[in-house]
């Protein structure tokens, strides 16, 4: 059974792939002209991005975590909000910063012309977009980041101090190289989402691989050059992923003894707790405050009538849509790695790099294999996909699978698997193993992926901007069509309900990682 649901969860991502072979109208002019700048400009943002969020995560988790200083509880609490907000509700936030008005731009054409301006337009635009993800996208590395020195490196931290190293050389020599595997798995969230994103680059004017995937796909109305472009996409992804296990190598370093050690932290005097503020708060003022204090503002200007009632729907819609595909995915993850545990399956063993596979994939890449695999059903009765809110959770599962999988597999394989091999020995039942011993043990591991699952959904915008129903709108969707027509006062409302609705699932997540059991 597992073997036949992890197949068919494949099999759109496996068209995307087949289909790339057929003839396209204008692929030809896409290669020639358009290919080398979508290329290039989701490279630059990919390595931007990346190296800032790598910045900001470690730094901000290492200085949490090593040092104590007045607020340090409460600035490793702020440090995640930011992933509250989606990349598109933070660019147009920021919407009138590269204004032609601004005062920016006002002052830099007064002062050095307006050709001048023109010089730098397209360097201005990249540093603001890359700073504005990096604001919301670097808790992914905070939190990996900071999961790893609170469980498993506080002895290497006190053993580094016994013999004298400096902070530099404990953070360079010392815990850098345990550190590694979580530094690399929080920066391929980063990544991934930075591909993924489709909202803020499209406002901003940036022509990324997905962009072209949407314009090919619905400006030329050419569904095999935008499955030509996903493949090409692909081809990127797949190198990352293998990159990304070369870096890592066989590196897999845990607390054996399941205790934890309290590190004696390292008191900062207020010069340098001053400059330690100032490097924690950047990201949270600028990827949170400024955001959500300017759609507060643009709220009280919005007149409630009729036209409001869209929110109520959209609203219903997202919280229902996300609660139930997130428990369906957290479902399907432990029925896997119960199954992969419980028989010791060597096949879904191998599943754990298919199911990154499949987060790593951009949304509009899914579609297009949702696409695909619905015309193979298309001749059997009440088999569609598309348009149906089945296809748009069928979707989710795969794009979200792996972020349920991860937390899981990790604390199913340390605390279940030679339980679950001694059940097996004594013939107890498979219900017996699930209810009586894998549930109770993993209740946290389970929250939390039903959380983490949860935020990922209410945020998401490319797979159910084409997915979707007829007249079936998220508060995603609902936003993104405001935008679209420039109505950005009205559009604060359903910004501030996505910020709104993913916060309590923060603060429990938050209160996983930084009181880790």
Not at 99 to 108: A, K, N, T
Request: aromatic share 16%.
């Amino acid at each position: 059974m597992s073997k036949l649901f992890c197949f068919i969860i494949f099999i759109p991502l496996i068209l995307v792939v087949l289909n790339s072979y057929q003839y396209s109208d204008y692929w030809n002019h896409i290669k020639e002209f358009l290919l080398f700048k979508y290329t290039f400009s989701t490279l630059i943002l990919v390595i931007g991005v990346g190296i800032l969020s790598l910045i900001f995560g470690v730094g901000a988790a290492w200085i949490v975590s090593v040092y104590e200083f007045y607020g340090r509880k409460v600035i490793q609490w702020l440090l995640i909000i930011p992933l509250t907000i989606p990349t598109y509700i933070i660019a147009y936030s920021y919407y009138d910063i590269l204004d032609y008005f601004s005062p920016i731009f006002i002052w830099v054409r007064e002062n050095y012309g307006s050709n001048f301006l023109i010089l730098i337009d397209s360097l201005v635009i990249y540093s603001v977009v890359i700073s504005l993800f990096t604001f919301v996208l670097y808790p992914y590395v905070y939190l990996s980041t900071k999961a790893s020195l609170s469980i498993q490196c506080n002895r290497l931290i006190e053993a580094a101090y016994t013999l004298k190293f400096s902070p530099f050389e404990t953070f360079f020599k010392v815990m850098l190289p345990v550190l590694k595997p979580a530094i690399i798995a929080g920066l391929s969230l980063v990544i991934m989402e930075t591909l993924n994103d489709y909202g803020a680059v499209e406002y901003f004017g940036i022509s990324t691989l997905t962009i072209g995937i949407f314009r090919s796909w619905f400006g030329m109305n050419d569904l095999t050059g935008a499955i030509k472009i996903s493949t090409f996409l692909l081809s990127f992804v797949f190198l990352f992923l293998i990159l990304e296990r070369i870096l890592r190598g066989n590196e897999r370093y845990n607390n054996k003894t399941g205790t934890r050690f309290r590190l004696n932290r390292i008191s900062l005097s207020k010069k340098k707790t001053a400059l330690v503020w100032i490097f924690c708060c950047t990201p949270i003022i600028f990827g949170f405050v400024i955001p959500f204090t300017r759609l507060i503002s643009w709220a009280f200007y919005v007149n409630l009538d009729s036209s409001n009632l869209d929110i109520i729907g959209s609203t219903l819609n997202t919280v229902l849509l996300s609660i139930i595909s997130a428990f369906l995915i957290t479902f399907f993850a432990f029925f896997i790695n119960f199954t992969k545990n419980f028989y010791n399956n060597q096949f879904l063993k191998k599943l754990g790099f298919l199911t990154i596979l499949g987060y790593s994939m951009p949304g509009a890449i899914i579609a297009i294999g949702i696409l695909n695999f619905d015309r193979l059903l298309s001749n059997l009765p009440l088999m569609t996909l598309t348009g149906t809110i089945f296809g748009l959770t069928f979707a989710y599962i795969i794009r979200f699978l792996a972020v349920a999988w991860q937390p899981l597999e990790a604390s199913m394989e340390k605390q279940c698997l030679t339980i679950n091999q001694a059940a097996r020995l004594m013939k107890r039942r498979i219900g017996y193993s699930i209810f009586k011993i894998n549930i109770p043990i993993l209740k946290k591991p389970i929250l939390l992926s039903v959380l983490l699952v949860f935020i990922d959904i209410t945020k998401e915008l490319p797979l159910t901007l084409i997915l979707r129903p007829f007249n079936f709108d998220t508060l995603s969707t609902l936003t993104y069509d405001l935008i679209k027509q420039a109505n950005f006062f009205q559009s604060s409302l359903s910004s501030l309900l996505i910020i709104l609705i993913s916060f309590p699932a923060l603060l429990a997540i938050s209160k996983q990682v930084n009181e880790p059991q």
